[in-house]
């Protein structure tokens, strides 16, 4: 199998794209270098306010959860994954370019604000081992189904691992409006402008895995959500109106993670 050029185009990009602009970060980005590169494309940000103490039961005590306006939030961001691969290295055919979904909420550890994974979806079965030994989050096997109408993003995902709690959503979504940079203290800003993630390893050891980009260029969006249980592996019924943001490409490096 060959590389697709589209993969290729992608990785040469990374670096270049990621390191335009640090000035938005509330830290400098690590000094030793990247280890991971990837592109995220067509991603959607969906986001339900949810009473603080019913996500707190499903978040280890070491890592605090961060609230807006005195609400904890859940976010559910379906997108396409492209140009994956580690530093000084071409995309590997056939592995670096799958659809993902993740579900997540916030943290904030030593004034840096991060974002803590609940789940994440993909049918790349080589990416859910490699990312669930080396980062430590929960990657799942899953079916997911991408398509477009025109600007319109068809999304259906079902969890397929038979050991995992069942997570499934079908929706369709585009964005609308001008292109536009979160400002300070906004929610899109809490929400979405985040350079590391938070977990735990398995000496119950806060990680922190940096990882950097330019600001986001978001566009608010729409939504029809025909199916949603995507919140029930955490006992949140996520039928009511969410905050909808768009995002069309994102150029994303990632660092190793470390004790915090």
């Not at 400098?28 to 986001?47: E, I, R």
């Not at 709690?165 to 400002?183: M, N, R």
């Not at 300070?184 to 990680?207: K, N, Q």
């Not at 950097?212 to 109106?241: C, F, K, Y």
Request: net charge neutral.
């Amino acid at each position: 199998m060959l590389w697709s050029p589209h993969d290729v185009v992608d990785a040469l990009r990374q670096p270049r794209e990621a390191y335009k602009n640090s000035d938005q970060r509330p830290w400098p980005p690590p000094k030793g270098p990247w280890v991971m590169g990837q592109t995220w494309s067509d991603l959607l940000f969906a986001h339900w306010p949810v009473e603080p103490d019913v996500l707190r039961r499903h978040i280890p005590p070491q890592i605090p959860l961060d609230t807006f306006e005195g609400s904890a939030w859940i976010g559910v961001t379906p997108f396409v994954a492209s140009g994956v691969r580690p530093r000084l290295m071409l995309p590997a055919p056939g592995v670096s370019r799958f659809p993902e979904i993740n579900v997540r909420t916030y943290a904030t550890i030593d004034g840096r604000p991060g974002v803590y994974f609940f789940s994440l979806d993909t049918p790349n079965p080589v990416v859910n081992e490699l990312a669930r030994r080396t980062y430590h989050v929960p990657y799942f096997r899953s079916r997911i189904a991408v398509g477009r109408d025109g600007a319109r993003i068809r999304y259906a995902s079902e969890r397929t691992q038979r050991d995992a709690p069942p997570a499934a959503i079908t929706l369709a979504y585009q964005p609308h409006g001008a292109v536009y940079k979160a400002v300070p203290d906004s929610f899109e800003h809490f929400a979405i402008e985040r350079y590391c993630l938070y977990t735990m390893d398995g000496r119950e050891r806060v990680l922190r895995a940096d990882i950097h980009h330019p600001p986001w260029p978001l566009q608010r969006a729409e939504a029809t959500i025909a199916a949603n249980g995507m919140g029930d592996q955490v006992g949140v019924d996520l039928s009511g109106e969410p905050i909808l943001h768009f995002a069309h490409r994102q150029d994303v490096v990632f660092w190793w993670p470390g004790a915090v």
